[in-house]
């Protein structure tokens, strides 16, 4: 441990003992608060670089404790500082001890929840132990003791502990599997199965033990759970109608799925909801009595959080990916790495898209991050694996809206469009003759190139929706006026967009607004990619405008008469970003917002006029309203004539109390029967 973290962790210690004082500390140390907020806000507008993080780990939780900090610069910050490779694994739970109450009554459970939310890593519970013991003065219970022991030795001798795997009571390897990364789970819990169950030969008995014990319960009694167990049990006839619905790559392969199944009983679906309910990391887990399928897999932008890990993931048939953005698909080469020859089933648009935006992702985050902190993140470490990505895009299987096809016995699935991006789609889902429908992100307004969004919602027993923009009031803007008054008043303008979607989008309608033709236009970045990829055509008729697509823009190439559209769309880094710092003194260029912008971010302090940031940028800002969701109205009227569950997904932090009409949220329907 160095001296830096050693005195933090002692520092750590004092709190808990409460003989140390923030306030004081601040004093001894020429310390405010504005200036310690300051400087974490202008490191994350990228405004100024980070001198000396390890300042931040004392302060930024106490910081946030005491509301100096949104729960978005929080997360974005710890981020950075796993980044520069801040943190040893022990200061990661002296750092995360000091988000919680030492009283709390999980506090090994709470902890975990925190490293999974700040996305710190799976935590080493030895690591949690020790540090607990030493910081809080308290002992741990025996069955935490023992569980540490286990898993300090499957992380130093894992051959060994496999081959005495036997030896070890069934109730601690229920614990232990909670405390693995979710590779070193899968034998655990195949091991579970494999003692929990018997060879079966009456559907009865599967039921008995099925429905008795807690573990099993959460998976279902499918082939793919039980496999050469349900040999017994009697077969049904292979339906010849039935191979025309199964996608023929894996036919042979599923053919026992089908046989070893029970098309007379009532379907029961179960939801679980693994990513939550907010925005930033979709995955929604479909349960029934035949298998289980998840609907997305994502990993937020804000932090490189995934879903919450629950074992039955490991026995999942298929994944239906809605669409490429990280935030639905991100985390699925992370996915792949436990599971690695899952079926994911996405449009041919939706694939050639998630080629680009893994692989970006992988080099953006290998080039930001230092190597050991990337090697010290499982997590990240198999997201920017180039097997783990290959595999990925291998296993995803080309579908078209308006086909069906079949996942599971009595589970046929056929998708729609989702107008939100390009491929996109919400699928409707079949089940035994019951039907819900996943939205994913959608638009039912339409945009420029897509028509509004129409689904086959009226029957559904239930409707799990893209909640964006529920509840929030449609901004008035007028982006034609818009555009005329920027192009008028400026004598270049900058144009930060999403590379995926919003910045083809923004170029389609700049041309149809007709501008003058003296306009050169550049569109850089991997909104290029996106553009040359997909084959877009995005010219109007009749445009005299000229129109180049590059890599990147120099400061000398942006001269009078030029836009530039590139992403970063919340001007944080990029050729958008190199541009306007150097023009940052200059009033006459214009800089036209063009989509959502989080609060830790440069484009949301320029949109609301941040004086920290308005005498550095001169540029004069304006704001368009284009978005891939449904508006707040449209999605109110859906719901008010929808009858059955409406259950809310990707939806802001707050939303809780502006839900009426029947919403649910995730926690209200988890594992409830459908």
């Known amino acids: 441990m160095t001296k830096e973290h050693k005195s933090f962790f002692e520092i750590v210690k004092s709190i808990h003992q409460k003989n140390w004082n923030f306030d004081n500390w601040l004093r001894e140390n020429n310390l405010t608060i504005d200036g310690l907020v300051d400087v974490i806000q202008e490191t994350l507008w990228n405004i100024r670089e980070l ?26 910050f710890v981020k950075i500082l796993l980044s520069k490779d801040v943190f040893a694994e022990k200061e990661k739970v002296a750092f995360v001890s000091l988000l919680m109450d030492a009283n709390e009554d999980d506090w090994f459970g709470k902890a975990k929840q925190i490293f999974w939310e700040l996305s710190l890593g799976f935590p080493y519970l030895p690591d949690l132990v020790e540090s607990y013991v030493s910081l809080t003065g308290k002992n741990v219970s025996t069955s935490i003791q023992e569980i540490s022991s286990i898993v300090a030795t499957l992380s130093k001798r894992p051959d060994a502990f496999m081959e005495h795997i036997s030896e070890y009571a069934t109730e601690t390897l229920e614990q232990l599997i909670q405390w693995l990364y979710p590779k070193d789970a899968v034998p655990v819990v195949d091991e579970l199965l494999k003692r929990k169950t018997r060879k079966y030969k009456s559907w009865k008995s599967v039921d008995d033990d099925f429905r008795s014990d807690t573990f099993l319960s959460d998976f279902p009694p499918s082939f793919t759970v039980l496999g ?15 191979a025309l619905k199964i996608p023929q790559r894996y036919l042979m392969e599923w053919l026992p799925k089908f ?25 929604i887990l479909v349960k029934t009595r035949h298998g289980l399928i998840l609907l997305d897999f994502g990993m937020s932008v804000l932090n490189n959080r995934i879903p919450s890990w629950l074992p039955i993931l490991q026995k999942v048939d298929a994944v239906l990916l809605s669409h490429a953005h990280l935030d639905h698909s991100g ?22 898209l998630c080629e680009i935006l893994w692989n970006d992702t992988a080099n953006v985050l290998k080039s930001t991050w230092s190597t050991n902190a990337i090697h010290g993140n499982k997590f990240i470490s198999e997201i920017v694996s180039g097997k783990n990505i290959i595999s990925a895009l ?9 086909q069906s096809f079949s996942v599971l ?57 893209d909640g964006t923009y529920y509840g929030r009031p449609k901004e008035p803007i007028d982006n034609a006026q818009v555009y005329h008054e920027v192009l008028s008043s400026s004598s270049r303008v900058l144009i930060p967009a999403f590379s995926v979607g919003r910045t083809q989008e923004v170029l389609y ?25 997909l084959q877009f055509n995005f010219l109007p008729d009749g445009i005299k405008n000229k129109v180049e697509m590059v890599p990147t823009l120099s400061e000398e190439e942006f001269t009078e008469n030029t836009i530039v559209i590139s992403g970063n769309g919340m001007l944080q880094a990029g050729t958008i970003r190199r541009l306007l710092d150097a023009t940052s003194d200059d009033s006459e260029t214009g800089v036209i917002i063009t989509g959502y912008q989080a609060p830790n971010t440069l484009g949301y302090q320029l949109l609301t006029s941040n004086p920290k940031v308005k005498d550095k940028y001169s540029q004069s800002v304006h704001k ?51």
Do not use: C
């Not at 001198?51 to 974005?76: K, Q």
């Open 51 to 76: 001198d000396d993080p390890e300042i931040f780990l004392v302060s930024v939780p106490i910081l946030y404790s005491r509301d100096e900090l949104r729960y978005e610069e929080l997360v974005s």
């Open 228 to 242: 050469n167990k349900m040999q017994d049990l009697p077969q049904n006839p292979f339906d010849a109608n039935l």
């Open 259 to 283: 046989t070893f199944s029970r098309p007379e009983v009532e379907e029961q679906i179960q939801l679980y909801f693994p990513g939550g309910s907010h925005i930033g990391h979709s995955a």
């Open 331 to 352: 985390a699925l080469p992370l996915l792949q790495s436990i599971k690695p020859d899952i079926p994911i089933f996405a449009t041919k648009e939706t694939r050639a």
């Open 394 to 402: 291998q296993n995803i299987n080309e579908i078209e809206t308006g």
């Open 409 to 465: 016995p009595n589970f046929d699935v056929t998708a729609f469009q989702a107008s939100h991006l390009f491929g996109s789609t919400g699928f409707n889902l079949e089940i035994g003759g019951k039907t819900l429908f996943y939205t994913g992100d959608f638009n039912a307004d339409g945009t420029a190139f897509f028509p509004g969004a129409k689904f086959p919602i009226e029957e559904q027993r239930a409707i799990l929706f």
């Open 509 to 533: 309608q700049l041309l149809r607004q007709g501008i003058d033709p003296k306009w050169k236009i550049y569109v850089a970045g991997m909104g290029v990619k996106v553009i040359r990829n």
């Open 624 to 674: 368009i309203s284009l978005s891939g969701h449904t508006s707040g109205l449209t999605l109110e009227n859906i719901l008010n004539d929808f009858q059955g569950k409406k259950i809310i997904v990707h939806s802001p932090r707050d939303i809780g109390s502006k839900l009426k009409g029947g919403v649910l949220l995730p926690t209200d329907v988890e594992k409830s029967v459908i």
